[in-house]
């Protein structure tokens, strides 16, 4: 049996409803996260993914942000929905 890949890729788990505070052009400012309210340090990058056209669309913009106490977070708006997700991996 051989070692496992570090460089493999990880599938991504299963993203959580977020509330999210948004200031111009709906930047991320503050989370809602299990412990308490955090405050968007920088936002580290910015993508958006429009795929799947041909059996349900998708359509989200994910940002990788740093927070005020040191966590780096990914999180997503569901642009269809115009909900917030967090996307732990």
Known sequence: MSAPNPHALRPLNMPRPLRVRTGSGGRPLFLHLDRGVRRVQHILEIWQVDEEWWREPISR?????????????????????REWYLQEG
């Open 61 to 81: 913009r994910y940002a990788r942000l740093a927070l005020d106490d040191g966590r780096i977070v990914t999180v997503y708006l569901d642009l269809l929905g």
